[in-house]
């Protein structure tokens, strides 16, 4: 029970520090670094998706049809798109590139309050919280670790982002640390609340909830590197970054699994 209290200060911890970075100096001006980052975070996402959490979800929830997992996994990336599309959204990467302007193209601009924005950002932290208090439920420690690793270095660009943002669209400093700490308390908050209600669940059904925690993996880590790849100047660059943390974070299973370290599967 100790972990889950110690998954959840760190993803609280790395938050606020990612996200008031921007508030402390200028650090907002290292934009190549951000999207450096952000690429590989998404990289190591993405393989966290497709490598941990899908094939265990699939694994645990193994007694429902084939329907219902595919589903579900649709379920998760699909709510994403529509918050997405609706303006409560996670991208918070494209809102602070309009200011900066240096692809060369334009983003979407959402037209939204920026608390919404902040909802946005934090539904998504809330899914990760989700992913980690499910692992954790279902008695996997290595797994749990292992999305909990991939969870801090995205939260890290991501917060960073929204940080940048904030300050752009606020002058007052309590109105920016208001809103990185409302996105930093979601994760932590649902791995703990995750953790204790499913206590008592059947696998079966936190399987189903690893796999839509998945499938908003799947969503994030594609969306979050898109804008990049389509342009021609950071496409390969971006490209590169995102085979470059789904590298790392493959050879890691690999010498994980090697070591009798990862416990996947019933």
């Known amino acids: 029970m100790a972990g889950v209290w110690i998954l959840a200060g760190l993803t609280l911890v ?13 650090w907002e001006q290292n934009q190549k670094l951000l999207h450096k980052s952000t690429s590989i975070a998404a990289g190591v996402l993405l393989a966290s998706a497709l490598l941990v959490i899908l094939p265990e979800g699939f694994s645990l929830a193994g007694d429902s049809s084939h329907l219902l997992m595919g589903g579900i996994v649709l379920s998760g990336f699909m709510m994403m798109l529509i918050l997405e599309g609706s303006g409560i959204g996670h991208a918070i990467h494209e809102e602070h590139h309009d200011h900066e302007g240096e692809h060369g193209h334009t983003h979407v601009h959402h037209q939204t309050a920026p608390l919404l924005l902040v909802l946005g950002l934090s539904l998504h932290a809330a899914a990760d919280g989700l992913a980690i208090g499910s692992a954790m439920a279902s008695g996997k420690t290595a797994i749990s670790a292992i999305i909990t690793l991939a969870v801090i270095l995205h939260k890290v660009p991501a917060a960073f982002s929204l940080g940048v943002f904030s300050t752009h669209q606020n002058d007052e400093k ?7 700490v409302l996105f930093s308390l979601a994760t932590p908050l649902f791995i703990i609340l995750s953790f204790f209600m499913l206590q008592n669940i059947a696998h079966e059904t936190i399987g189903l909830l690893l796999l839509f925690a998945g499938g908003t993996f799947l969503y994030v880590s594609t969306v979050d590197t898109l804008p990049d790849i389509h342009n021609t100047e950071t496409g390969k660059a971006a490209m590169l970054h995102v085979v470059l943390g789904a590298g790392l974070l493959a050879l890691a299973l690999i010498i994980a699994d090697y070591s009798g370290i990862l416990e996947m599967g019933h």
């Open 174 to 180: 309590k109105n920016v640390i208001r809103d990185v």
């Open 14 to 26: 790395i938050a606020l520090v990612g996200g008031l970075l921007p508030v402390l100096g200028k």
